[in-house]
């Protein structure tokens, strides 16, 4: 099967990439390298493009046919989305829907897209299941709510089927150690505190001591990024089954405050260094923990890799050789 992945130059787009790969998937990568990586692809035909351009994205799609397309590429840090909204709304929103209009009006029917437990805003009970209402409360999470409202018309109205994964925390680095996370700037915890005990992050800040949790630090659902990658594979099988279009959370079902990662990523690397606190980030929520069940029964999905320690380890390992 041929399949367009957007984004594929990124971290989650790019451990999909090798996932779609490894199953014998004809893969496009379709990507502006404004913040993927070349060194993070590892196969298929790459195209250099932008969303933003309508013809662009057509043109790739009409010489390419593809079955499916599998849409990753968004801005996606939630701080940066409060300082500057209109960015987010023009990329997220924009590209998105020069993507989708090109789908319907070349007749590609299946559709991958990249969601987010941002969506739900702050959670009225844990774990979050799909049915929890949606709040978003930070520009970020309101523009994956507005695609997924887009994708529900469009299903409606032209049948363009899809699966939308919501996210919790992607964490963790390909276990082959070929590929991992490198985001400039980096804002993940997992990776900002390796960075800080390699000496290449001179200070590490928590953002926030006062959540209402055990620890007064945000408790975060990890789950790897692998077990990412797979879902979205089972999610492609499942949805060219004619099944109907569905949303879906992937998380690990478990989570973990902040100190309690720290902790663990020291005793994993052996390895420690001094780290201040600073204020909350605007729209940050104490705990954000997912049902996967839903997931778990529809795809079959199973989750190998994303016990913190084997999170830790695999990002560990691809710091240190990268």
Not at 109 to 123: E, R, W
Not at 187 to 201: A, E, F, M, Q, V
Request: proline content about 5%; some cysteine.
């Amino acid at each position: 099967m041929r399949v367009l992945v957007t984004g594929g130059a990124g971290y989650i787009g790019s451990h999909t990439v090798k996932e779609l790969l490894k199953k014998g998937e004809e893969v496009i990568v379709f990507d502006n390298f404004s913040s993927g990586r070349k060194e993070l692809i590892c196969g298929g035909e790459v195209i250099r493009g932008d969303l933003q351009s309508k013809e662009e994205i057509k043109q790739v799609l009409k010489e390419y046919r593809p079955e499916a397309v599998l849409h990753f590429a968004s801005l996606i840090q939630v701080a940066e989305s409060y300082t500057d909204p209109a960015r987010y709304y023009y990329h997220n929103l924009l590209t998105s829907l020069n993507l989708l209009n090109s789908m319907v009006e070349l007749g590609i029917k299946f559709f991958i897209f990249s969601s987010s437990a941002a969506v739900y805003g702050l959670p009225h009970e844990t774990p979050i299941t799909e049915d929890h209402p949606l709040q978003p409360i930070n520009p970020y999470g309101a523009t994956k709510f507005m695609v997924e409202r887009m994708l529900q018309d469009y299903d409606r109205a032209y049948g363009l089927r899809y699966i939308s994964l919501r996210y919790f925390n992607a964490a963790g680095a390909d276990p082959d150690g070929q590929l991992g996370e490198c985001h400039q700037p980096e804002t993940h915890l997992i990776p900002s505190l390796l960075l800080h005990l390699l000496g290449k992050k001179e200070d590490f800040m928590i953002c926030g001591r006062d959540f209402p949790t055990p620890d007064g630090t945000a408790i975060r659902d990890y789950v790897h990024v692998t077990d990412l990658a797979d879902a979205h594979v089972l999610a492609l099988d499942r949805l060219l089954t004619g099944t109907g279009s569905q949303i879906l959370n992937l998380g690990s079902s478990r989570g973990y405050s902040v100190l309690e990662v720290i902790k663990e990523t020291e005793r994993v690397t052996g390895r420690a260094r001094p780290f201040k606190f600073g204020p909350k980030r605007e729209g940050d929520v104490p705990v954000l923990l997912a049902s996967s069940e839903k997931a778990e029964n529809y795809l079959g999905w199973k989750r190998k890799y994303s016990d913190l320690t084997t999170i830790i380890n695999t990002a560990w390992e691809w710091h240190l050789t990268h």
